[in-house]
């Protein structure tokens, strides 16, 4: 059974943090790539950030890097998004991906959570 289950989001005041974790059902995550998107109100899903399997190689967009970090555990399949010096831009719906490619795009990736939210005040 293919399962990503995003937790964490919740209500910060801007320059707080927030852990985002997504569990992952065996078949999806062993092997594969891991990443985060966002969709703001509006606006489309971009890409946040991505993780290899062996967590040796990560990648984040550009207007997070610096703040935002990827991690997984493998032993409990799951994939974390540290998310420091929050702002207000920040406010999205985060959604966990899994996929055996190596891209930023939605279409490359092949399952999806249900996504958390994630509100930043100022």
């Known amino acids: 059974q293919v399962q990503l289950v995003e937790s964490g989001g919740g209500l910060v005041q801007a320059g707080g943090s927030l852990r985002l974790s997504c569990a992952a059902s065996?078949?999806?995550?062993?092997?594969?790539?891991m990443g985060w998107f966002r969709q703001a109100p509006g606006k489309e899903r971009e890409f946040v950030a991505r993780i290899t399997w062996s967590g040796a190689n990560t990648y984040c967009a550009d207007s997070v890097k610096g703040r935002f970090t990827i991690s997984r555990d493998n032993a409990k399949n799951t994939v974390y998004l540290q998310m420091n010096s929050l702002k207000p831009e920040d406010t999205a719906i985060y959604y966990c991906a899994a996929t055996t490619h190596w891209g930023t795009e939605e279409y490359e990736y092949d399952y999806w959570g249900q996504g958390t939210q994630v509100t930043v005040s100022s």
């Open positions: 065996a078949r999806t995550f062993k092997g594969n790539v």
